[in-house]
T-cell receptor, first 110, second 116 residues
Framework: GQQLNQSPQSMFIQEGEDVSMNCTSS?????WLWYKQDPGEGPVLLIA?????ELTSNGRLTAQFGITRKDSFLNISASIPSDVGIYFC??????????FGTGTLLAVQP | DTGVSQDPRHKITKRGQNVTFRCDPI?????LYWYRQTLGQGPEFLTY????????KSRLLSDRFSAERPKGSFSTLEIQRTEQGDSAMYLC??????????????FGPGTRLTVL
C-alpha cells in the first residue's frame, strides 16, 4: 500500500533555530498537505500544495511540492516553543481519504 | 467557535459495552470523515459521507462499527461490543466539495476512547 516516510523521526532543537523536515512517497500524488498535531488534539492544517514545484509559505512555515511529485519538505524558521508537536505530511487525492505520514516529533527548548 | 466539534472528548468503558460518539462539522461543509488514531501513529481513514450518503468504508471498519449522518449535518459513530483493541483517538473531519481545496480537511479535537 501507499507509504509516506518522514524524516527525521524526531528533532530536538533550541529556540530560534531553523527546522527542516521532509517526506517521501513510493507513489505520485496530486496533493501534499502538512498538518501539525498537539498532544491530545486533532491535527491542524498548516499548508496545502497542489502543483509540482509549488512553494508556499504560511508565516514562518514554508513547504514545497517536489518536482517528481513523490516528495515534499517543510521548513520552519526561527522556531519558538509553541512549534512543539508532531508534524505530518499527508497525501490527498481522488480517493477522498487522507493518508498520513509517519510523523516528525519536534521539541523546542527555550 | 465555528470549527469541528466532537463529543465526548473522553470516554472510558468496559469491554463489551456499546459506545456512541458525535461529530458536528463546520456548518457549510458537505463532506464528513471519521479517522482512528492509535498511540504513535498517524490517523487512519475509517469512512466518509457526502451529505447523508456514506460513500466509502475502510476495511478497518469492522461490522461492530456503524456510522450515520441522517440529515447531512452531524454524524455519529457507534462501536458495539467494544474490545480493548478499540482503544484509540477517534477523529472527525469535514471539508467542502466543489473547490480545488476539497482535500483540505479540518479536524475536530477527537474523542479519546479507553476500553478496560
Amino acid at each position: 500500500g501507499q507509504q509516506l516516510n518522514q524524516s527525521p523521526q524526531s528533532m530536538f532543537i533550541q529556540e530560534g533555530e531553523d527546522v527542516s523536515m521532509n517526506c517521501t512517497s513510493s507513489s505520485i500524488f496530486n496533493t501534499w498537505l502538512w498538518y501539525k498535531q498537539d498532544p491530545g488534539e486533532g491535527p491542524v492544517l498548516l499548508i496545502a500544495l497542489y502543483k509540482a514545484g509549488e512553494l508556499t509559505s504560511n508565516g514562518r512555515l514554508t513547504a514545497q511540492f517536489g518536482i517528481t511529485r513523490k516528495d515534499s519538505f517543510l521548513n520552519i524558521s526561527a522556531s519558538i516553543p509553541s512549534d512543539v508537536g508532531i508534524y505530518f505530511c499527508v497525501n490527498g487525492g481522488a480517493t477522498n481519504k487522507l493518508i498520513f505520514g509517519t510523523g516528525t516529533l519536534l521539541a523546542v527548548q527555550p | 467557535d465555528t470549527g469541528v466539534s466532537q463529543d465526548p472528548r473522553h470516554k472510558i468503558t468496559k469491554r463489551g459495552q456499546n459506545v456512541t460518539f458525535r461529530c458536528d462539522p463546520i456548518s457549510e461543509h458537505n463532506r464528513l470523515y471519521w479517522y482512528r488514531q492509535t498511540l504513535g501513529q498517524g490517523p487512519e481513514f475509517l469512512t466518509y459521507f457526502q451529505n447523508e450518503a456514506q460513500l466509502e468504508k475502510s476495511r478497518l471498519l469492522s461490522d461492530r462499527f456503524s456510522a450515520e449522518r441522517p440529515k447531512g449535518s452531524f454524524s455519529t459513530l457507534e462501536i458495539q461490543r467494544t474490545e480493548q483493541g478499540d482503544s484509540a483517538m477517534y477523529l472527525c473531519a469535514s471539508s467542502l466539495t466543489g473547490l480545488a481545496s476539497y482535500n483540505e480537511q479540518f479536524f475536530g479535537p477527537g474523542t479519546r476512547l479507553t476500553v478496560l
